[in-house]
């Protein structure tokens, strides 16, 4: 990682140097505004480490400037102890932390190692995005959001390896879409993906669906058939719903997994089968499991890898980006008002995904002239009052981690945290109910 160390007082620049290069990072010095965004158009840089006030440009002018340059870079603004007005102010530039003077450096370290593993996730889920634009698939992903880059990156990772994937998450958030991912993603991207969806097919005809049947098996069995598993031999099988199979049928799909082998209907013979397994639900399995809805040997099997697709409420950042995404699939030659969306943002979307993507088709198709309008959506979205948006949420995410470092560096005693903080014990109190954190003590 190669880092950018702006700061017009030479002393402080020379020790940052001198203990990120002890850290085996590669550096580079700017002793002003102008110098530094020379540098960076210059060479490819991961993090900037800049001084807020400066002589000749303010930091958070030059981060601006590097985040239209190149809106991926990571930066860290350095304030005067205290200021968290301008801390709230430089966040909406969209700096990605702050650390306030005196530095303290192993804080320093902690941040520079998050950034880290956040670029590698990033690079991994810029992977299954260029692939996807490459190899011109029939859909798009859209992930911009750290919890979808998080995912994409796990998508990255487990796509090409033989184990099954079980893929969870609530209705419509796009469980399908990620089992297609990881198959068009692996080695076997070239056979043939066949999906079944188990709360689709009727009791009787599940064993015949699944491994086939003979000629004469069974009255209306005009013909012999082959089941899903066989025609997905060598390719992957996506058991979408894998909750709603009833118990009956979970034992005989895990003897074919684990002898790998299927019987058609009817047949004599065993037929072997190479098939990767992906399956997806909206329910809890464990819970089932512990509840005897479904068998646990049947859940390790399919539950190598797990992936939590999340839902939309909590990667609010894509909801702008899936709206003009959809607009652009059904052709719609429209787009939304600034105000329009912002109200969208807010919405809690109970159908994530899916729900989104009605609510465009419908809102494209009955708007009248070229702009979607706040008048024009549901009421449920253009009363929504709850003011959560992607500030928010980033600025509580960062006041959880001020609460938790004071905390910690306070050996958990909130007198002394919340003096530190400059807040009283019981506002320090209610922030730690609210964000969740629970006393040490
Ligand atoms: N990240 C995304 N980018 C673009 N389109 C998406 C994304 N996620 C979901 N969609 C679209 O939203 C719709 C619902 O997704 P999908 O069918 O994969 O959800 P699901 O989790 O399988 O839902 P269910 O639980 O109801 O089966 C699809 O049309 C899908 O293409
Ligand atoms: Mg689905």
């Avoid at 979205?381 to 709850?386: G, L, M, Q, V």
Wanted: contains cysteine; negative net charge.
């Amino acid at each position: 990682m190669k880092i950018l160390i702006v700061d017009d007082e030479e002393m402080q620049r020379n020790m940052l140097q001198g203990f990120l290069e002890k850290q085996g990072f590669q550096t580079l010095t700017a002793s002003g505004g102008q110098e530094a965004l020379d540098l960076f158009t210059r060479h490819p840089v991961q993090l900037v480490l800049i001084d807020h006030r400066m002589e000749d440009m303010n930091g958070d002018v030059v981060l601006e400037k590097m985040k239209a340059l190149s809106p991926l870079v990571k930066t860290i603004m350095i304030t005067a102890y205290g200021s968290i007005n301008t801390a709230v102010h430089v966040m909406k530039l969209g700096v990605n932390d702050f650390l306030e003077k005196p530095l303290d450096l192993e804080e320093l370290l902690k941040k520079i190692r998050k950034f880290e593993q956040e670029l590698d996730v990033q690079a991994e889920a810029e992977v299954v995005i260029e692939s996807i634009q490459q190899q011109k698939f029939p859909f798009a992903i859209i992930g911009s959001s750290k919890k979808m880059q998080e995912l994409l990156s796990m998508v990255c990772r487990l796509s090409p390896t033989e184990w099954s994937v079980l893929i969870r998450g609530e209705t419509g958030t796009g469980k399908e879409l990620i089992a297609r991912l990881i198959h068009y993603m692996s080695h076997r991207k070239n056979e043939r993906l066949i999906e079944v969806n188990c709360a689709a097919i009727p009791e009787n005809l599940f064993e015949s669906e699944l491994f086939g049947h003979e000629k004469g098996s069974f009255t209306g069995a005009s013909a012999q058939r082959k089941g899903r598993f066989e025609l997905a031999n060598k390719g992957s099988i996506f058991l979408d719903e894998i909750g709603e199979l009833s118990l009956q049928f979970q034992a005989k799909l895990l003897r074919t997994l684990q002898e790998k082998k299927v019987t058609r209907v009817g047949g004599e013979i065993d037929i072997e089968i190479d098939t990767r397994v992906l399956a997806a639900t909206n329910r809890d399995l464990k819970k089932m499991v512990e509840e005897g809805y479904f068998r646990e040997d049947l859940y390790f099997r399919l539950n190598v890898l797990e992936l939590i697709v999340p839902p939309l409420r909590e990667r609010r950042e894509d909801i702008i980006e899936l709206a003009d995404h959809f607009l652009k699939k059904y052709k719609f030659d429209v787009s939304f008002d600034p105000e329009a969306l912002a109200q969208l943002v807010k919405y809690d979307f109970p159908g994530n995904v899916r729900e989104l993507e009605h609510l465009v088709q419908r809102l494209g198709t009955m708007v009248r002239g070229k702009l979607i309008q706040l008048k024009d959506m549901p009421p449920l979205i253009r009363e929504k009052k709850n003011n959560t948006g992607i500030l928010t949420d980033r600025l509580s995410e960062v006041e959880t981690e001020m609460l938790l470092n004071e905390l910690e560096k306070n050996d958990w005693v909130q007198t002394k945290a919340a003096e530190a903080l400059g807040i009283s014990e019981r506002v320090l109190r209610y922030k730690m109910n609210k964000a969740n954190i629970k006393s040490k003590k």
